[in-house]
């Protein structure tokens, strides 16, 4: 696999397209600061790492729909940044998702964090996806 960002984001479009309650995915190091950005800006209900069958650990993610309405929390996940053409993005050029409503996933040297926290830490990075 090329793009394993990019399956994981994957997995995710298509189970919230098939309204799962849950999604399962391989970990790496990565996908568990992705998932855990999307826990805490509240576009997931809670994700937990697991070990499989054959040893390798597995991502499990609790999707989030509203209650009533029956929409899901994550309208659309866009991969930015891919392997044959990397996007980077200093602090003042962050970009904005939606005017400030939807997160950008920021691959820095501090960490993986959002547009909003990179801006505060004036670090600049790697964008790896847009969530609203």
């Keep these: 696999m090329t793009d394993p960002i990019a399956d994981f984001l994957t997995?995710?479009?298509?189970?919230?397209?098939?309204n799962h309650k849950v999604v399962e995915a391989p970990a790496s190091k990565i996908k568990k600061e992705i998932a855990r950005i999307l826990h805490e800006q509240g576009y997931i209900l809670a994700y937990k790492v697991d070990k499989n069958e054959k040893g390798f650990e597995t991502i499990k993610i609790a999707l989030k729909y509203h209650p009533e309405l029956k929409t899901p929390a994550i309208k659309t996940l866009t991969r930015v940044s891919r392997p044959g053409l990397r996007q980077y993005s200093n602090a003042t050029n962050m970009p904005k998702v939606l005017n400030g409503l939807g997160i950008a996933i920021v691959s820095t040297s501090a960490g993986v964090m959002t547009d909003k926290a990179a801006r505060a830490a004036n670090v600049g990075g790697e964008v790896l996806c847009y969530v609203c």
């Excluded at 997995?11 to 098939?18: G, S």
């Design 11 to 18: 997995r995710i479009r298509n189970a919230v397209k098939a």
